[in-house]
């Protein structure tokens, strides 16, 4: 069973960074072959894709994040990592990290595996 463990989520002002984390339980051969994302959820909406990353390194980046957000991921630590710069209020939401997606970089939540349980991230005005 595969485990996604999410951390690096808090409260921050407008403007602002944080990175999240999501530490992947499996073998590093099998990590290096996940196509992994990052998803949010705010209350009220649907869960959508913010950033993808297939195991390639290619990237795909949802239209509201692009050039704020970067994805990458430590294939040594077997952790995905979601930089986010110039925070909005509208960037709060659970924040979730996914793994093992049929489709390379792919931003749709049915594409993926394996879930992890989420961060908050809380931006204020």
């Known amino acids: 069973q595969v485990q996604l463990v999410e951390s690096g989520g808090g409260s921050v002002q407008s403007g602002g960074s944080l990175r999240l984390s999501c530490a992947a339980s499996v073998h590093t051969f099998t990590f290096n072959r996940y196509r992994m994302g990052w998803f949010r959820q705010a209350p009220g909406k649907e869960r959508e894709g913010v950033a993808a990353i297939d195991a390639d390194f290619a990237t795909n980046y949802a239209d509201s994040v692009r050039s704020r957000f970067t994805i990458s991921q430590d294939k040594v630590k077997n952790t995905l990592y979601l930089q986010m710069n110039s925070l909005k209020p509208e960037d709060t939401a659970m924040y979730y990290c996914?793994?093992?997606?049929?489709?390379?970089?792919?931003?749709?939540?049915?594409?993926?595996?394996?879930w992890g349980q989420g961060t908050q991230v809380t931006v204020s005005s």
């Open positions: 996914a793994a093992d997606s049929v489709v390379g970089a792919s931003l749709r939540e049915w594409h993926y595996r394996y």
